[in-house]
């Protein structure tokens, strides 16, 4: 962590002392204690060190004041407001002119410090109390529950299923999406999910969130179940399979990956499976 270099301006002598000692065996010990920026030495941070200015205010019209004399004279440093996070108007003002964050005044020593090594470390962050304070009761982000962020897998899931939305036939297996069936069909072919990828211009962990799906609708366990069961319901839909180049893949050809020279023995296997007589 870059050295910090911490002044508390506070307009009210209690609260300056009373900060500086609760500050004072942490990493943010206060320099130097003022009522306003004015007080504080232009000189206080040499190169090098991070000037980080722990600031007290009670009113938005005082705070406007004093951030924009801080930026005056200390336009580089962090500037973090101390105050009652009940007053939004405060809050909302602090944040607007430029403060690293806001914390509440009644936030025990260790919460105080933690936080501060979290805007000393270029992550400066809100609490959750504030942060429900400033959306307001029962609010969420378009009137819904929020949800954790999508996987990268996920993410492109998502957008090839949307794009598929529009490609799928009637057809007795319409729960399949065209990109479902033709990497099903690849499948059957015994093809890598390697060479999936690379034929239909997607990443290989695409196709694996792909096969999983596949697997999962048609209720088999794995590919070899999966090609088998695609042999015995061959109306599957067509797919616009978006190939860079379709072609049997017993033929090699200059440009494919090393796993196109040679088949699997998926879709032998699968083959001899359904071609044995069933037994009574």
Known sequence: ??????????????????LKAILADSPFS???????????????????????ILMGVREAAHL?????????SF????????????????????LALGAATFIDENVATSTLIAELELVA????????????????????????????????DQRQLR?????DEDENEAGPHRQLSGREA??????????????????????????????????????????????IWALHHQSLPRAKANYRTVRRTSEVAVGDPPEARHRTSTV????????APQRS
Do not use: W
């Open 182 to 227: 033709a990497i099903l069909n690849a499948l059957v072919q015994g093809k890598s999910n390697k060479v999936i990828a690379y034929q239909l211009c997607i990443a290989e962990a695409t196709v694996k969130v792909h096969v999983k799906a596949i697997l999962r609708k048609i209720r088999v366990q794995n590919r070899t179940q999966a090609a």
């Open 30 to 52: 206060p320099v130097s204690t003022a009522s306003s920026t004015d007080e504080v030495p232009s000189t206080i941070a040499s190169a090098g060190e991070q000037l980080l």
């Open 1 to 18: 962590m870059v050295s910090i270099v911490c002044v508390v301006v506070h307009p009210s002598p209690i609260a300056r002392e009373g």
């Open 64 to 72: 406007a004041q004093a951030m924009s004399a801080a930026k005056a």
């Open 159 to 163: 957008e090839s299923e949307n794009e």
């Open 75 to 94: 336009p580089d440093a962090l500037v973090v407001i101390i105050g009652d996070s009940g007053r939004l108007d405060l809050v909302i003002t602090a």
């Open 121 to 152: 470390q270029g992550q400066p962050v809100i609490s959750v109390v504030l942060a429900k304070r400033l959306l307001g009761p029962g609010r969420a982000l378009n009137g819904e529950q929020s949800v954790a962020p999508l996987t990268p």
């Open 268 to 275: 032998a296997s699968a083959r001899l499976q359904s071609a």
